[in-house]
């Protein structure tokens, strides 16, 4: 079954920007990722949300379910009251590939289960953690269990490609992956482009070994004023603000659906000041056509299949 973006009337182009919304492992001395998100991470991510509010934009997270077991999630409820949407992103942040099937669908019902009864909302897109080079393809029982919780749509196909050629096929990465359907009729919208966290604490990682010290000894705590990122270089947010600029110019110039995935906690550590957000928005209200910037819920709205 193939699938094609239908944009709305009188729009260039779309980007659904994502947040993946976690206390990522690969920050935590115990490299275990949960969703009892630290207060300072909190007033980030509502930050941001201010950021996309004061360009009428709505922002769309996928969040790690077991974090709603905490009886505070006043943060949550102020993301929802704001017009920001939460979909699931698993309940132990689990990959979408296990092989055990049965406890795939245990943690995508007990997140929606969760979702429902603390947030009143019922998640229709499921994010994928991690990314998956080939996607859910060949695993036909996962596809299965993703359908059967109530899911129609998932993003999980990650492209691998990043970083290995130049900086103009880094930029082009809209136009790869597009949106397809799996056998059983899953719907995929890929992860196009580098992820935020990739991107800084792989392929821009310049001291492993800082990296990993500052995990087990500062990781999951706060970043003091002024802090600065022992294992990345200072021009590496430029680079970061550019690439995804030039990301948008491709789309744009393609008439694409672009769909990014950032992470709170990532620009918590490497844009505390919260510059990338504000300059890709910026970006795409300076553009003469349209651009549409919308959430992960929005874009799959736009993909009509056919036989």
């Not at 001395?29 to 909190?42: D, E, S």
């Not at 990296?211 to 000894?217: F, G, I, L």
């Not at 769909?259 to 928005?281: E, G, I, S």
């Amino acid at each position: 079954m193939s699938v094609r973006v239908a944009l709305p009337e009188g729009v260039r182009c779309a980007v659904a920007l994502s947040y993946d919304l976690e206390m990522c492992a690969g920050y935590s001395p115990t490299l275990v990722n949960h969703g009892r998100i630290m207060p300072p991470l909190r007033d980030y991510t509502l930050g941001l949300c201010a950021t996309a509010e004061a360009f009428d934009v709505s922002l769309q997270f996928f969040y790690v379910g077991n974090g709603l077991e905490e009886p505070d999630i006043d943060y949550l409820q102020e993301i929802l009251r704001c017009g920001h949407v939460i979909d699931n992103h698993t309940y132990n942040h689990v990959h979408l590939s296990m092989p055990d099937t049965e406890l795939l669908r245990q943690e995508l019902e007990l997140t929606n289960r969760r979702l429902r009864e603390r947030l009143g909302v019922e998640s229709t897109v499921l994010r994928g953690p991690g990314g998956l080079p080939g996607g859910l393809n060949m695993l036909y029982a996962n596809q299965q269990a993703i359908l059967e919780s109530g899911f129609r749509w998932v993003s999980s196909h990650m492209d691998s490609t990043m970083g290995l050629y130049d900086a103009e096929h880094d930029a082009a990465a809209p136009g790869r992956l597009q949106a397809y359907a799996y056998p059983n009729g899953l719907i995929e919208l890929p992860i196009q482009g580098w992820m935020d966290r990739i991107f800084f604490d792989f392929h821009r990682c310049r001291d492993l070994d800082a990296q990993d010290a500052w995990r087990r000894r500062d990781g999951h705590q706060p970043i003091p004023d002024n802090w600065t990122c022992p294992w990345t270089r200072p021009t590496d947010l430029d680079d970061w603000i550019a690439y995804n600029r030039a990301a948008l110019d491709y789309a744009y110039e393609h008439r694409l659906l672009w769909t990014p995935v950032w992470h709170p906690y990532t620009h918590y550590l490497h844009d505390p000041d919260d510059r990338a957000l504000p300059a890709l928005l910026e970006h795409a209200r300076a553009k003469p056509d349209p651009v549409l910037v919308c959430t992960v819920r929005q874009a799959v709205g736009f993909l009509e299949t056919a036989a």
